[in-house]
């Protein structure tokens, strides 16, 4: 059975940072794009980063562009998600996908049950 299992979320004053994870385990995604996305309260879910199978080609969007780093560990089966310089406004539930190659969450096959994001201002 696949499962992710992101960690890491929590309350952070505006300016803060935190580190999210995402442990895969059933098979190995190493061939696999992953990425993170959002969502907000009322909102829809949006593309927040997402990184190739080969960690060369990585995408952002617009609001995180500069303040979020997406990175993976294949010998580990895990993807990461530092995020700097946060803002209220990145306040979310934040969810790892996998199986997909684009920033749209319709590629995705693979969803975590997603971790939350407070952000204080």
């Known amino acids: 059975q696949v499962q992710l299992e992101e960690s890491g979320g929590g309350l952070v004053q505006a300016g803060g940072s935190l580190r999210l994870s995402c442990a895969a385990s059933g098979r190995t995604f190493s061939s696999d794009g992953m990425a993170w996305f959002r969502q907000a309260p009322g909102k829809e879910r949006e593309f927040v980063a997402a990184?190739?199978?080969?960690?060369?080609?990585?995408y952002y969007a617009d609001s995180v562009k500069g303040r979020f780093t997406i990175s993976r560990d294949n010998a580990e089966n895990t993807l990461y998600l530092q995020m700097n310089s946060l803002k209220p406004e990145d306040t979310a539930v934040y969810y790892c996908?996998?199986?997909?190659?684009?920033?749209?969450?319709?590629?995705?096959?693979?969803w975590g049950q997603g971790t939350q994001v407070t952000v204080s201002s």
């Open positions: 996908a996998a199986g997909g190659r684009s920033t749209k969450s319709a590629e995705y096959e693979y």
């Open positions: 990184i190739s199978r080969s960690i060369i080609s990585r």
